[in-house]
Every structure is written in C-alpha cells, then in structure tokens.
C-alpha cells in the first residue's frame, strides 16, 4: 500500500515513515511538509493513503486536502495530539489517529482503509530489486540512485529523467531512508559496495 506523509515536524515525520516502511510493511513513496506538495507527490506516486500530522496544521491546509480528495482517489488520516480529538471530531476525514496510538492500532486502520479506496486508474506495481542487506527499491528509485551515485544534482537527474525536481528530492528521500543513509555520498558508497552501481563520477 502506497502511503504520502505531510509532516511539519521533521522528526516525527521521519519516525512515522520508518515506522511504517519497515515495520509496517507499507510503501511510503512521500513525505512533505506541506499540503500542496503532498498533493503534488500522492498524484505523481499513486498514493493510496495520505497521513497527515495535525501539528501547525492550518485549517485553510486541511480544507485544501479535504477538497484535493473528490478528485483523488485517495484516503486521508489525521494524527491528532490528544488535547485536539475534540476540536477534529467533526473534520470529514477518513480517520482520526491519536498520537498516542499504539503502531498496531495505525496499522489496523491503514490496512482497513487501504481495502476500501479505489483506484480509478490501473497501477503497474514496480518491481523491487535487493541488495541482500533487508533493503529494496523499486526500479525507478534504483534509477535515480545510480544517477545519484553519478554526483548528479536533483535537477540535472530531473532533466534526464523528466520527472518534477520535487519530485526527484522525493525519491532521493526515500532512497536514503530505505538504504540507511544520511547523505548523497552514503548512497553511492552503498550502491558501490554492493556491487550494483558504476564508478563514481562515470558518465
């Protein structure tokens, strides 16, 4: 199940999106700190659920996603602070999640939401390569790695791949939280080490 994450709080958005990548079993394909991007990222990645943090969300945000979504074929969950269920309770979303949730009970409510939202248009699930080291990405991400491995920008990679820059920095995201890594330079090491990945600096 393809997930979008909206996040303005960096770690807590980089805590739910390796939660729910390696634990949860999810593909979390974007995460953004704002309502428009994500909206940009769930149509260019198929997202099937959007997860959304309520924390200094602005209410013209929220209107903002809740319209997006009668021409989307997508959910959307709002993760709320306990302190703010009442203030939500009336906001027509598919679910409401309690920060204080355990990760079982998100799971739950991801798979049964996931069940029930319909995509109108056929999706051609990408296949994953391994790198024997428990990660794997998909064929386009394994793309941009090479080319990241390459020491391209994310605007030169996005000249040569014609997707959106923003688009790239998504998946450049992804990549490193799927590879472990902290930089662009980790990314080429890795992809080096194992053997998949041409010399640095090779055009």
Known sequence: MRIALCSKE???????ASLLDHQGNF???????SARSLINAA?????????????????????????????????????VGEHEREEFIE?????LIGRGSSATQLFEALDDLGGKVKMTRPYIRETRRSYGNGNDLTRREYEVAQLVSKGMSNRK???VTGLREQSIKNL????????????RVQVALKLTRV????????E
């Open 91 to 95: 906001v027509p979303v598919d679910r």
């Open 157 to 159: 990679i996005s000249q």
């Open 27 to 33: 593909q979390v394909v974007a995460a953004e700190d």
């Open 43 to 79: 149509k260019d990645y198929r997202a099937q659920i959007l997860v959304v943090d309520s924390f200094e969300l602005d209410r013209n945000d929220l209107q903002f996603l809740l319209g997006a979504r009668a021409f989307g074929d997508f959910a959307i969950v709002l993760i």
């Open 195 to 202: 053997g998949v990945s041409e010399e640095i600096g090779e």
């Open 172 to 183: 450049v995201s992804v990549i490193m939280r799927k590879l472990h890594c902290e930089n």
């Open 10 to 16: 960096g770690l807590f958005g980089e805590a739910l």
